[in-house]
């Protein structure tokens, strides 16, 4: 694909074109879920931009897993803006079983090396961390667009549970992140202040 003309002047209207040539609102449901997880790739770029800045040589796998949940990304969306009827699984990248799998399969791998969790911990202590949970928040945005969109036209249901695992991940991954450098996890402490984990995640 060669983008050669940027702006089209087709939405100064208010209406978009989806992925078949049909004409939307740019309010609508299906653009609103698409327009998420196009958000939600952005802040996956910049998490791995956050990690790649804090020049730890731990993260390289962690960079190029989130690397390919980009391209991922693009796919699902791509998907989002057709029609189910108009899907071409033969022309057309689609997130699957196998990519749910492999995500399911990463979250175990994270969390055995993880310290068992007494509490619900808070986003902070690290701007690595903090970024996960912002792309962790977002997801789950995307996914509850996703299940309405879903109760309103005929949906595969492979987008769905991926971006809920895509989730469970993020959570593990800030975990990760946090006990790769080395900084205590903040815990929720209900009635009080936070306060950071009893445990150094280290151990």
């Not at 391209?71 to 699902?76: G, I, Q, R, T």
């Not at 175990?108 to 792309?135: I, M, R």
């Not at 249901?157 to 809920?164: A, F």
């Not at 205590?184 to 009635?191: A, I, M, R, S, Y």
Request: with cysteine.
């Amino acid at each position: 694909m060669r983008l050669t003309k940027i702006y089209t002047k087709i939405g100064d209207k208010g209406t978009t074109m989806l992925a078949d040539g049909t004409m939307v609102p740019k309010h609508s449901l299906r653009i609103e879920t698409y327009g998420t997880i196009d958000e939600l790739n952005s802040f996956l770029g910049w998490f791995r931009d956050v990690l790649r800045d804090t020049a730890t040589q731990e993260f390289a796998e962690l960079i190029n897993r989130l690397g390919m949940i980009q391209n991922e990304m693009h796919d699902l969306g791509g998907e989002l803006a057709t029609p189910t009827d108009r899907l071409k699984p033969d022309r057309q990248n689609l997130v699957s079983a196998e990519s749910v799998g492999r995500l399911e399969s990463e979250i175990d791998s994270y969390n055995e090396a993880l310290p068992a969790l007494a509490n619900f911990v808070l986003p902070g202590g690290h701007q690595a961390n903090s970024a996960a949970h912002v792309c962790r928040t977002i997801c789950r945005r995307a996914e509850r667009l996703i299940v309405r969109l879903g109760s309103v036209e005929p949906l595969r249901e492979e987008p769905r549970i991926y971006v809920n695992r895509l989730s469970d991940w993020l959570f593990v991954v800030s975990r990760f992140v946090s006990m790769t450098l080395g900084v205590p996890e903040v815990l929720w402490n209900q009635g009080g202040k936070a306060r950071p984990h009893d445990q150094s995640p280290t151990t």
